[in-house]
């Protein structure tokens, strides 16, 4: 199976050149699947939302997607309080947890976002309840024991191993749920919102190895890949060009590789460095 992961689109904020190169460049790369990671829009907007509309009907492939913090409606606040993904689910889809099996593959969507951050100021970040872990794990369980399980969240449940261009949290029960996904046996994250690209190794609970951070990525049994998409679209960059991951996954082997853009092109980025 091969997965398109994009991540933080920001329309309202995006780079006009890098999404007309998207319809042709994720064709060429004849995916089975579409993933977006969040932040399809800057402030939640309607006008925003209906561009984003407007990128998915170019997609070659059927999609599935999570929403963002940018995805609830940052000015709005009565419909942030009231209605948070009333936008959301007329312009991306109504299921803001999707759940696909398809290949040998099972991906299940976690919604991180929250209207409010009740013990902080920063609304930004984002949170799972012991509630969703426990659905999540419902949901994994009715597929066969050999399937690659997968999640697709916004929030990072990893840090880099590397300096970040803006200091950010982790999400909220991030090591519950890691401790969750090894049991149940989960074999990828995909998330965003750093707006980097990097991928980090969970080994089992309580270890963490570093995968490399640039380059081809390549899985082994065993262990949990959690890996982050930098801005597909946006001209919010953090020190890091606009990218996308191309992921592919057969039987229990999965491979990651980086999608650069250029300013006139999209490129693989080749460099891989080994796990300390």
């Known amino acids: 199976m091969r997965i398109v992961h994009l991540s933080d689109l920001h329309f309202g904020h995006h780079d006009d050149s890098v999404v007309q190169s ?30 984003a509309r407007e990128f998915l009907d170019t997609l070659p492939a ?7 913090n940018h995805d609830v409606p940052e000015r709005n606040l009565i419909r942030r309080f009231f209605n948070p993904y009333s936008c959301y689910r007329r312009y991306i889809s109504r299921d803001l947890e999707p759940f696909v099996v398809r290949d040998g593959v099972a991906l299940a969507g976690l919604k991180t976002s929250r209207r409010a951050n009740w013990r902080g100021l920063n609304w930004a970040d984002g949170a799972i309840s012991q509630e969703q872990l426990e659905q999540l794990e419902a949901r ?22 590397g300096p970040m261009g803006k200091q950010q949290n982790r999400v909220r029960r991030a090591d519950k749920a ?16 750093f707006h980097m690209s990097y991928v980090r190794k969970h080994e089992h609970i309580g270890e963490v190895r570093v995968s490399e951070p640039v380059g081809p990525r390549e899985s082994a ?56």
């Open 22 to 51: 998207m319809e042709a460049e994720i064709t060429a790369q004849k995916p089975d699947l579409v993933v977006v990671s969040g932040d399809f829009t800057q402030i939640g907007s309607r006008a925003e939302f209906a561009k």
């Open 62 to 68: 059927p999609f599935m997607a999570v929403p963002g």
């Open 140 to 161: 994994f369980a009715q597929v066969p024991p050999e399937t690659v399980k997968v999640v697709v969240a916004h929030h990072p449940l990893l840090l880099p191993e």
């Open 178 to 193: 890691l401790a969750t996904f090894a049991r149940i046996g989960v074999r990828l994250v995909l998330s965003g919102h």
């Open 221 to 276: 049994a065993g262990h949990i890949l959690v890996a982050q998409a930098a801005s597909t679209t946006s001209t919010r960059l953090r020190g890091e060009p606009n990218a996308y991951n191309l992921i592919d996954i057969e039987n229990d082997e999965i491979t990651i590789r980086v999608r650069e853009w250029g300013g006139g092109g999209w490129a693989t980025r080749e460099k891989a460095q080994e796990p300390a």
